[in-house]
């Protein structure tokens, strides 16, 4: 279940204040690197609300995230609407895509959920790669930021726009502690603690998982919104399989099931890529082999680990110093 | 052009020939699925492995034949070593950390084939024994790739008896049925998972082997091959040696005739498949457990 414990708190603002030092203090390649994890935070976030309280092991937000990106793109530079109204499609399109695809798939589970989810991404990203209206392989360029002029922000600039990025991340956190929180949120928890159960009660399941993914949807496309802005340029490489796959080693780095983990590891997996990038090639190799070993460690993740550790330690104190805890040893390693 | 009745063959024997590739890395994945309940998302690097062993053995050796030797040994040693290392750990962790695990050996792999072979694309040639052409039922075609759909139904028989008609076989269909009862009844139902873990690995390796000269070699053909062997997987049901025949052909036959047919929908035609058939049997069409 979920609570904004006094260390999650702490955890995000530490995060956001980072964030906010780093962005001040770096150059242009830092602020891009910046906004690509505030863009990538999001959509972790938007995964974890699924995966993490939800136990939808997906594999399509990469094509949620694409779609977004797709449905902004297309209102700016296909119809000529303008950014706002791409802002709007992004959002409503990636919630409608991902409510559909949550209803149809509400009865599988574990691998066959993982699956279905793979199908349905894949089917977009095929479809978009295809596509001669979207611009197939090649993708869409010159795709415009959103004129912010009238709040008096120039969202061309680097750091206004990275700056704007954190802020959204921050609101998303928001938006999906405050769900969690929320009678709806309590649901989506039971539901993957025991369906059965749920079912019996009455509740209609189905209902309940369509709507967590379309909100998760509706935050993969603001995210994919943003990324569509932040590279003025889209390409199917959006909604392939394997950004989804890079989207949950995020998650698992951070910390499963715990949302401020999402974030932190969408930030830990963005600069370990780009230092391991200095120095060789094989990134892919480094990553592959930190992943091992974060699932070998217990799979709980960096914020998950620092969470745990805490909850021990505060167990401790409460115990008598004379009696410890029988069974403390045994539930530190299970 | 649709109308001449040697395209239709043709055609049909393309679709066959994939089929078989499809098969030969799907039963192996199917039976470490239904078996260990463990996905393995590896397995297409390993595949992947199966074609480079096969390049490096081939050009060392001058023959083909020292590939198809070659790589379902390596590829099962290497097999070896991920079942001690990591699998047997992750058996019971769930499919999401199985998942990560196994995709994290796939960024691995892929680093470690660039490292080894380099990032171009490789080839080896067919063996002499299969190469030229032949006619069949008023086609020609390729003798290399009736060998590929020959070896693919050589494979299917020989499991199809192992499975149905000797104690092994029996042993391990009741491993898939039920562990638990299979372990009561004095089987040692790790022995007989560590033995398939390496037939799969084996046989992925050797589909590697044999795809890799009419396909060329690449590091990113075992992703490649991934997806469409996991939607047989599925599609087969998990587990079952018929489903992934089923899986296979079907799969096979769909990519073939629908690129050529419609090839707009070609890419999109599998995936529309797969969740057809999740939504109408969230099993799978030929599920082992009933």
């Not at chain 1, 709507?211 to 994919?224: E, I, M, N, P």
């Not at chain 2, 590939?67 to 097999?79: D, E, K, M, N, T």
């Amino acid at each position: 279940m979920f609570h904004q414990t006094p260390l999650k708190t702490a955890t995000v603002l530490l995060l956001a204040g980072l964030a906010v030092a780093y962005g001040l203090s770096t150059g242009f390649f830092g602020l891009e690197l910046l906004t690509e994890v505030a863009i990538l935070a999001i959509l972790a976030i938007a995964l974890d609300l699924v995966a993490g309280y939800g136990g939808m092991i997906s594999l399509c937000h990469g094509a949620l995230y694409g779609v977004g990106a797709y449905a902004f793109g297309s209102a700016t530079v296909l119809l000529g609407w303008g950014a706002p109204a791409g802002l709007a499609m992004a959002v409503g399109g990636g919630a409608l895509f991902a409510w559909a695809i949550g209803a149809v798939t509400a009865r599988t589970h574990g691998i066959f959920f993982i699956m279905a989810t793979l199908a349905f991404g894949q089917m977009a990203y095929a479809y978009l790669f295809e596509s001669p209206v979207f611009g197939g392989n090649d993708g869409l360029p010159g795709v415009p930021r959103l004129d912010a002029s009238a709040l008096g922000l120039d969202l061309n600039d680097s750091l206004t726009f990275a700056l704007t990025c954190l802020a959204l991340a921050l609101l998303a956190y928001a938006v999906s502690a405050a769900l969690l929180r929320s009678g709806f949120g309590r649901t989506l928890v039971g539901i993957r603690a025991n369906e059965a159960r749920m079912r019996v009660l009455g509740l209609p399941v189905w209902r309940h998982k369509a709507a967590a993914f379309g909100v998760s949807g509706a935050l993969a496309g603001l995210a994919g919104a943003l990324a569509a802005q932040h590279t003025m340029y889209i390409s199917p490489g959006l909604l392939h399989w394997t950004v989804s796959g890079e989207l949950l080693i995020m998650v698992i780095l951070g910390g499963l099931g715990t949302l401020v983990g999402a974030a932190l590891g969408a930030g830990v997996l963005v600069f370990l890529k780009h230092e391991v990038s200095r120095f060789t090639d094989h990134w892919h190799l480094v990553v592959g082999l930190v992943l091992i070993a974060a699932v070998l460690a217990g799979g709980r993740g960096l914020y998950g680990q620092l969470e745990h550790l805490w909850e021990r330690r505060r167990a401790a104190r409460r115990a008598p110093p004379e009696t410890p805890a029988p069974d403390e040893e045994t539930t530190g390693h299970a | 052009m649709t109308a001449d009745v040697s395209f239709w063959i043709v055609q049909a024997l393309n679709a066959l020939q994939l089929s078989m590739l499809f098969f030969l890395l799907s039963v192996g994945l199917t039976v470490i699925f239904g078996l260990l309940h463990f996905v393995n998302l590896a397995h297409g690097a390993l595949y992947a492995l199966g074609a480079f062993v096969g390049f490096t053995a081939a050009t060392l050796a001058g023959s083909y034949w020292a590939a198809f030797a070659a790589a379902p040994i390596v590829v099962a040693l290497v097999g070896v070593l991920l079942y001690w290392a990591l699998i047997r750990r992750m058996r019971s962790a769930g499919p999401m950390n199985q998942v990560l695990v196994t995709f994290g050996l796939i960024f691995v792999f892929l680093d470690v084939f660039r490292i080894g072979w380099g990032d171009i694309a490789l080839g080896f040639a067919e063996p002499e024994l299969f190469s030229g052409r032949s006619e069949l039922l008023g086609v020609v075609y390729p003798t290399y790739r009736l060998f590929i759909i020959g070896l693919g139904l050589a494979v299917l028989a020989a499991l199809s008896l192992v499975l149905t008609r000797t104690q092994i076989g029996a042993i391990i269909r009741a491993g898939v049925d039920n562990d638990a009862m299979a372990a009561c009844m004095g089987i040692n139902v790790e022995r007989v998972f560590f033995l398939v873990f390496c037939v799969g690995c084996a046989l992925a390796g050797l589909a590697g082997a044999v795809a890799a000269p009419v396909l060329s070699v690449t590091t990113d053909m075992g992703t490649a091959i991934l997806i469409p062997t996991l939607i047989v997987v599925v599609i087969g049901g998990l587990g079952s040696l018929k489903g992934a025949i089923a899986g296979s052909l079907l799969i096979g036959f769909v990519q073939t005739f629908g690129s050529v047919l419609a090839p707009q929908l070609a890419a999109i035609l599998i995936y529309a498949l797969l969740a057809g058939v999740l939504i109408l049997k969230p099993a799978g069409l030929f599920p082992a457990r009933g």
